[in-house]
């Protein structure tokens, strides 16, 4: 069957069309407001100073991080499961934006780690499972990059989504043994005192912000996707026609 | 172990030995490592015995992953692959059972090498015996983890480095309790049978997902 037959893609595209300017829209407000709070209305930290401000983007971003692998595990239960069309575009076009949030929090991390904790880098729990994860994202896309199929490609990386949805916790879990069996508590917590209400709602605003970022990016990223795949359809029904004696070669794995 | 199931083992066995000599290249990979490290951290006996389980360790990690990707690619060459999918017995069972062969021809002869191993890295006895054992009870996770990889990267030509990266996240529990144990057995206050156990358990659960993951991976690859 040919891709082109499928009536759900044409049918997301034009529900993307509508809900997309709008969705970006209230991104925009959400981050107008987000930014303006964090900037001028928080208060600065008694000891940290100013510095409490990377606040409002690394948890944002280490949460989306979270939020953009589940994401694709469902996306690679539906791919598994139900062989929805869309669900493998979905998987392939979250795992750059999974990484990049990723990347962004191991990076503000740092940069705030550096005038708190006096260094970079230091081999904590969260930090350590936050690189796992990193390398997994940037894994899954290099086998997406790697498999000229694409309907292939998706199936293998959610067989391999799965299996790392699965030894997530497993990870997360024999991190923190190691973590307190090789430096116990020499690392600050950052759940001392409970949040006040004068940071917490900034950050609360810059969540929701990153949030819609996120549903933005992954909208137009599966859009691009789309049309991605039938632009190389249409390459593959051109040169099958210009070559008949190749087609049933070239038709067969294009689906 | 019923008929068909004894001769797979025993062909993939055969094979693994003879073409190639892939166990002893694995052992020799294994103790070029272990040499190598010395000359990365200096000759300081203590500092190896303190270090050694961990050397050990990686260096049967780094072995297992280097031979991973003959897991399945040589039956794929020669069509093995396809007439065993298409064979009708469970699949998850053949993934299984060819894990193990793997594992007896590549596995094993690291685990047998590593008391030898520990001796250039200044390990007690004690010490010795806590690695050895641990490798036994650990290196068939790292094979039963790795034959996902080798199923995901089957069809792919160069598919052993992309294997690699995909491997190393997922077996990173396994080596925390791997030298956790081996460590606990030396000077640690945490008891030995803590971290030998959930190693244990990793490896029974490696079991289960490995080739049932793998299985999956194999049937999509194939049609």
Known sequence: ?255 | MTGWALDLFQRDLKLSVRIGGSALVGVLFFLAVVTVIPFGVGPDLNLLARIGPAILWIGALLATLLGLDRVFQADREDGTLDLMLMAGRPLELVVLIKCLAHWVATGLPLVIAAPLLAIFLNLEPLAMGAVTLTLLAGTPALTLIGAIGASLTVSLRRGGLLLAVLVVPLAIPVLIFGVSAADAAIHDPVPFLTPFLILCALTLIAAVVGPVASAMALRFSAD
């Open chain 1, 1 to 255: 069957m040919a891709f082109w037959d499928y009536a759900n893609p044409t049918r997301f595209l034009r529900l993307v069309h509508v809900v997309l300017p709008w969705l970006t829209g209230l991104c925009v407000l959400a981050f107008a407001a987000g930014l303006y709070m964090s900037f001028f209305t928080a208060p600065e930290d008694y000891q940290q100073g100013d510095t409490v401000r990377i606040m409002y983007i690394h948890v944002p971003a280490a949460w989306l991080c979270m939020m953009c692998y589940t994401v694709m595990s469902i996306s690679s239960i539906g791919t598994l499961v139900w062989k929805h069309p869309l669900a493998d575009v979905s998987a392939k076009s979250a795992a750059p934006i999974g990484a990049a949030f990723t990347f962004m929090a191991l990076v503000t991390g740092s940069l705030w780690g550096k005038p708190m904790w006096g260094t970079y880098w230091v081999w904590d729990a969260r930090l350590t499972s936050v690189l796992v994860l990193l390398i997994m994202y940037l894994g899954l896309m290099t086998l997406w990059r790697t498999m000229e199929d694409p309907i292939k490609a998706g199936k293998a990386a959610a067989v391999l989504t799965l299996v790392g949805a699965l030894n997530l916790p497993i990870i997360k879990f024999s991190v923190d043994w190691w973590n307190t069996l090789h430096q116990p508590a020499s690392v600050v917590r950052m759940d001392g005192p409970t949040i006040h209400p004068d940071i917490l709602w900034p950050l609360l605003v810059m969540a929701i912000a990153f949030t819609l970022l996120f549903f933005v990016l992954h909208l137009m990223a599966m859009r691009n996707e789309i049309l991605r795949r039938r632009v190389r359809a249409l390459r593959l029904r051109a040169a099958s026609a210009s070559h008949p004696g190749a087609a049933a070669a070239t038709a067969q794995p294009a689906e």
